[in-house]
């Protein structure tokens, strides 16, 4: 196969080897301080041609080879001639005799050992002898700090670099696989005394970090005491640096050596090497130890990582202990975790916006940030304890969504995307660090924080999350610890006046920001902090020794603990001209209340609500045999919340007294037990119980069971289960005060019985869920009936059975279009049917249907997607949605839906990188202007979206 030439990367190549014959011409020359700078820059390039490689994917042996051949010039003869060019100032003849002559054999040297990488299968991660980027980088670092040196020490040099280059010495390189101490502690030690070694004696530096280097290479020899005699060796290494610095520096001519000084300063401020040790992780060529551009063109990796420790948890199967980085959830009542998946896939990257990730979208405000209600009923937040959080549970984070990691290599992801213009701009930050300390020990931090600030008046958002987390997955410990913020801030506008606006007067001569909103000064804030912590501990009950990989097959139990706490605060403010709307239009429409009732303050209302649960519960696991077994694992606990609710009542508003908590102290029982039969069956059952108190009866109980088929090898699923639960209704759907509503009431227990059944075939993409849900006693917020006021919301209870229907159908086919092309056809159909569309509004049908056609650009190195996305409901009485209590509410004035909504996009993945841009909204003005999803609250119109996600490590 016919190679270019005149690659990127070859021509970075190139630039190293001019360097290094210029670095020559220098040498001869006696210039050393230039040849020192020439050979580093040199060095900077060799680093560089790897890094454009990787990035281009423009592999090739040329490549390789021209590389070697760079390197035995920049490396072997420069340095070489600057040891000729110094023994010629030692001796003081212009034709130096044949001991002159010996210091080329470095040359020579350095050409034997670049022979011998190009043949060596293990330089990934150790290299045979001294690296030549080092010898010579040493070399010329010597060379620049000497004055008249001793001719012995200029053979001493040559004869030690050139005896180094070909030793069979194993000598590390500065490869991380991890940052453990353990693993890593000769580099951190290198590294951190090479930068000392560089700021303390300058140029001379380099020399005696490359000496450091071959002692801790040495120190290795020695096994566990090679710690304490790296120290001593350092320590000499200090003290004779600092002494040649001071000796070569006497013996030269005063305004020579102030001359060299001078020039000496930029290179004392960039230690050459010092952009390679930070790309070492990345790179298999480095400046400083690396050499030669060490890449595989069958992978999309470019080295060989150093074999770890094994993990050891009985909580992954051999498969998921092979892959290089894991991601997964726990629950939070058992001794079990769910593997996920970590997000750095092309599919599915053009849908940011979190409320839009569920099987078919959401009802929403219109803007990222804002409330939203998911269209499908059985994806809609359940169980909450504080549930006036619910509107925005597509942001936050919660113990069961929380992820952890295991990583070979640490995993750390940066993405942004933005959108609009300045006055409106719209954007998405997200920043996810994960690494392990220890092959079972990991820690993770995962931040972000999103908003706009609206195209509609008064419609700013910001919503951030923050979470930090540690595992131990051991042999028989596993502890999960970590620590949540959520933060949700939504200005909130009350929608539009008169939705006929959207259709009548937005125009191409108006702005969306000049059509009247309802109100113009409240706001949302919800606040959440929790922290948790979930340790077991397992002990077989068959001895096993040091050897046994794994307690999952032995028979044992397991004792386990969680603690939890959380705090939630909802805030909630604003004032009377705030929230009165005044048409502006001579003989306009009177002003307009949003709100009838200012119960304590007519001018402004801060109606605020703290909620606070402290939970302990210690559980029993049991594995009779085998944890994959048919019985698999049976588990027991108890538990106890302790609940405060912080809220005013009627008196405290008028005497101004401090809220006082209302507590709950609340115990229950559990039982769990799963299993699986070979790889044909899983089954598990579960019963939740209080068995007194406030909560007595509350009952959490089901089961569940999939089962594969195989037909040559290929899977089908079948999955069904079914769950019965019965639940006091929360606090705050009983008691709540505020300046604008005020309710005391005195529900039953909410009950339900829920039945799923779904079959699945993977190798042709297409998934079906039926459900069906029976719901006693359902509590829904919706508008009072009284004439007088207009959006008087408080919480009803529904005193007739409610059952709902869903079909929920996912097809995903691909088609191929030649070797390296394909159609992607993505369809997904949700059917509902409600037997009370007042207590339970769904809509007949909603659909998403996402085709693109995906390509490679460059292959192996970029690969382009460009389709469109549709979604679309029928109409139905899709919710209202009232800001003073931050609630979607059942309405019965308009039917919304029956809308296209279209999105065009392409989506790349160039290596590591995702790159987006979309033109979001794209139907805007083709089909119709009723682009309503909750009642007086439009979508946002067209806008361009671009985007970035960027992956670290992985």
Not at 179 to 191: M, P, Q, S
Request: charged share 20%.
């Amino acid at each position: 196969m016919k190679s270019k030439l005149l690659t990127l990367p070859n021509v970075v190549t190139l630039a190293n080897l001019a360097c290094g014959c210029v670095a020559l011409v220098f040498a001869l020359r006696g210039s050393f301080v230039e040849v020192f700078a020439l050979v580093a820059a040199a060095a900077v390039f060799d680093f560089a041609d790897g890094a454009v490689a990787r990035l281009t994917g423009r592999y090739s042996e040329i490549g390789r080879q021209l590389d070697s051949l760079a390197d035995v010039v920049s490396f072997g003869v420069a340095p070489s001639a600057a040891l000729f060019a110094a023994w010629e100032r030692a001796s003081g003849a212009v034709v130096p005799g044949a001991a002159g002559w010996a210091v080329f054999a470095v040359a020579m040297f350095s050409a034997l050992r670049l022979a011998r990488f190009n043949v060596d299968d293990t330089r990934h991660t150790e290299f045979t002898g001294l690296p030549t980027p080092a010898a010579g980088l040493a070399i010329v670092s010597l060379t620049a700090v000497w004055g008249a040196p001793p001719q012995w020490a200029v053979l001493a040099v040559a004869a030690a670099v050139s005896a180094l280059l070909v030793c069979p010495l194993r000598m590390f390189s500065l490869k991380f696989s991890s940052f453990a101490w353990r693993e890593n502690r000769l580099r951190y030690v290198l590294i951190a005394a090479s930068a000392g070694l560089v700021l303390w004696l300058g140029t001379g530096g380099v020399a005696t970090a490359v000496a450091l280097y071959v002692v801790l290479n040495l120190a290795r020899l020695a096994g566990p005491g090679g710690a304490g005699t790296a120290i001593v060796a350092l320590a000499l290494l200090l003290a004779a640096g600092q002494a040649t610095a001071q000796t070569t520096t006497g013996r030269q001519n005063p305004a020579e050596a102030q001359r060299q000084q001078a020039r000496q300063r930029p290179g004392q401020q960039q230690r050459p090497g010092q952009s390679g040790a930070a790309g070492e992780e990345e790179e298999d060529n480095t400046p400083f130890f690396g050499e030669g551009t060490e890449v595989d063109p069958a992978s999309d990796t470019v080295k060989a990582r150093r074999p770890r420790m094994p993990l050891e948890s009985y909580h992954f199967s051999m498969e998921e202990r092979q892959r290089r980085n894991m991601r997964w959830t726990i629950d939070p009542w058992a001794n079990r975790i769910d593997i996920g998946h970590i997000d750095t896939l092309q599919n599915d990257f053009q849908n940011e916006y979190p409320f839009m990730k569920g099987s078919v979208g959401s009802a929403n405000l219109g803007n990222l940030g804002a409330p939203a209600q998911w269209l499908n009923f059985f994806e809609r937040e359940t169980g909450r304890n504080h549930h006036f959080a619910d509107p925005w549970g597509a942001y936050l984070r919660t113990i069961e969504t929380m992820p952890f990691y295991n990583t070979k290599t640490p995993f750390s992801q940066l993405g942004y995307m933005w959108a609009g213009q300045k006055i409106h701009q719209e954007e998405d930050l997200i920043v996810i660090h994960a690494q392990n300390i220890s092959p079972s020990t990991g820690v993770n931090l995962d931040y972000r924080s999103l908003g706009t600030k609206g195209i509609y008046q008064w419609q700013g958002t910001r919503n951030k999350t923050f979470s930090a987390g540690v595992n131990h997955t051991g042999k028989r410990w596993t502890l999960h610890a970590g620590y949540i913020h959520n933060r949700v801030y939504n200005q909130e506008n009350g929608g539009m006046v008169d939705d006929e606006d959207v259709l009548l007067r937005l125009n191409e001569f108006e702005q969306p920001r000049t059509l009247p909103m309802s109100m113009s000064s409240p706001t949302n804030s919800v606040k959440s902090n929790t922290f948790f912590l979930q340790q077991t501990y397992g002990v077989p009950l068959i001895r096993i020794t040091e050897n046994d990989f794994t307690i999952s097959d032995r028979p044992g139990f397991f004792v386990g603990h969680t603690f939890e706490y959380d705090r939630w605060a909802r805030r909630y403010n604003d004032t009377y001209q705030g929230t009165v709307y005044t048409d502006p239009k001579p003989n306009g429409k009177p002003p307009q209340r949003y709100y009838d009732e200012w119960h304590f303050n007519g001018n402004a209302s801060r109606d605020s609500l703290f909620e606070g649960r402290l939970t302990n519960r210690v559980f029993v696991q049991l594995q009779p045999w085998d944890r994959n077994g048919v019985i698999g694992t049976i588990d027991a606990g108890i538990g106890m919340d302790m609940l405060r609710y912080y809220g005013f009542d009627t008196g405290q508003y008028l005497t101004g007294v401090d809220a006082t908590a209302v507590k709950e102290t609340h115990t229950y029982v559990w039982g769990d037990a799963n299993g699986r039969v070979g790889r044909y069956m899983d089954w598990q059952a579960w019963l939740r119980l209080h068995p007194f108190g406030k909560r007595r009866g509350d009952t959490d109980a089901g089961g569940n069971i999939a089962t594969r088929l195989y037909i040559k090898e290929r899977s089908l699923s079948v999955y069904g289960s079914i769950r019965f639960t019965t639940q006091e209704p929360s606090y705050w759907e009983q008691n709540y005060t505020s300046n604008h509503y005020m309710w005391r009431n005195s529900f039953a227990k909410e009950n339900e019985t829920r039945i799923e059944g779904s079959l699945a075939i993977p190798h042709v993409g297409f998934s079906a869920t039926v459900s069906q849900s029976v719901l006693g006693n359902r509590i829904y917020y919706a508008q009072d009936s009284l004439p007088t006021q207009k959006v008087t919301i408080k919480p009803f209870q529904s005193s007739e059975v409610v059952g709902v229907t869903g079909v929920y159908l996912r097809e995903d086919l691909p088609i191929r279009v030649g070797t390296d092309s394909r159609i992607n056809l993505n369809h997904r159909v949700m059917l509902q049917w409600s037997s009370d569309q007042k207590v339970i509004p769904v809509p007949l049908a909603s659909l998403y249907l996402s085709y693109n056609l995906e390509f490679n650009v460059v292959r192996d190195v970029l690969r382009l997607q460009i389709g469109v996305d549709g979604r679309y409901n029928t109409p139905y009485y899709a919710p209202g949605y009232n800001p003073g209590l931050g609630q979607f509410y059942n309405q019965r004035v308009k039917e919304l839906g029956d809308y296209i909504w279209l999105d065009a996009y392409a989506n790349a993945k160039w290596k590591r990188m995702r790159i987006l841009i979309k033109m979001e909204h794209l139907s805007d003005d083709m089909f119709s202007r009723n682009s309503f999803s909750t009642l007086h609250y439009p979508v946002n119109r067209r806008v361009l979206k671009f985007g970035l996600s960027w992956n670290f490590y992985d």
